[in-house]
């Protein structure tokens, strides 16, 4: 249940090659409202605590581009 919830937003994982637990999934959404609103919300709290996952980092391409 948990994976089919990622796969609908996001590609494969990008897998650390020495630490298979660490892992990066890029999303592409419509506008940068969706996407705060997905990383923000309860169903994506639920899966990634049933998950097991204990850190979250997520880094919106809109601040990468502000920064440079």
């Known amino acids: 249940e948990n994976?089919?919830?990622l796969k609908k937003h996001t590609n494969n994982p990008?897998?650390?090659s020495e630490?298979?637990?660490e892992f990066v999934l890029?999303?592409?959404?419509e506008n940068m409202q969706k996407a705060k609103?997905?990383?923000t919300s309860e169903s994506l709290k639920k899966v990634l605590k049933n998950g097991?996952?204990?850190l979250i980092e997520?880094?919106?391409l809109e601040e990468?581009?502000?920064a440079t």
Do not use: H, L, S, V
């Open 3 to 5: 994976c089919k919830y």
């Open 37 to 39: 609103e997905f990383f």
């Open 19 to 21: 630490n298979a637990n």
């Open 26 to 29: 890029i999303f592409d959404w």
């Open 14 to 16: 990008y897998r650390n």
């Open 64 to 66: 990468i581009e502000k």
């Open 58 to 60: 997520t880094i919106y």
């Open 52 to 54: 097991g996952a204990e």
